[in-house]
């Protein structure tokens, strides 16, 4: 998740003649000869769209839980993204953020104990929790699952994981985005 660590050995491959073509990522301090991603701040927009558009909720407490804070292009422009509809009713008062925090390599672990810790200042009264990805997701199920409220609390997330798609379809998570590459690089190519 370090993009600096690639930096001397894509280097290296490209001092060799090899151009190479990053995915998602882009790593830093080094020649890329092309990026091939989707539109980070479009796929926040779909999460923020999703909440406040589809499901109609423009009040309550909400948790922001993103993505690890060393990767300093696509967790901002995601966050930018979510707050695209949600951001007006923070605004106002009328949706009150309750916490927001990285998650140390995305993992569920970390997203456990910020579930726990949103739940404990709100004596178990979460709306929303507005996950970066599947895995942060599944963190916060499990946590909701232990207190009997998994189903109850829109948990949003991103990637498409079959555990995910099991989940949505079980109703303790929300939603996923499924983003195909093979569409991204198709669009680039024409």
Not at 21 to 45: H, W
Not at 93 to 114: F, P, R, S, Y
Request: with cysteine; hydrophobic share 40%; charged share 20%.
């Amino acid at each position: 998740h370090d993009a600096s660590v690639l930096g001397p050995v894509i280097t290296q491959i490209a001092e060799m003649g090899i151009p190479v073509v990053a995915q998602t990522r882009l790593p830093i301090n080094c020649p890329i000869a092309y990026c091939v991603n989707t539109d980070n701040t479009v796929l926040g927009n779909l999460t923020s769209d999703f909440v406040v558009n589809q499901l109609g909720i423009t009040s309550g407490n909400f948790v922001f839980l993103k993505g690890d804070a060393s990767q300093i292009t696509d967790v901002p422009q995601i966050f930018a993204g979510e707050l695209k509809y949600i951001q007006p009713y923070i605004d106002s008062g009328d949706i009150n953020v309750v916490l927001e925090q990285n998650c140390t390599d995305w993992k569920a672990e970390e997203a456990m104990k910020h579930a726990e810790s949103a739940l404990a200042l709100t004596d178990n009264n979460i709306d929303v929790f507005v996950c970066m990805n599947d895995g942060i997701a599944s963190g916060v199920i499990s946590v909701l699952e232990q207190k009997g409220l998994a189903g109850d609390v829109v948990v949003t997330g991103m990637d498409s994981e079959g555990a995910a798609l099991r989940r949505v379809k079980e109703g303790t998570q929300s939603m996923t985005i499924y983003k195909d590459i093979n569409e991204v690089v198709q669009e680039l190519t024409n």
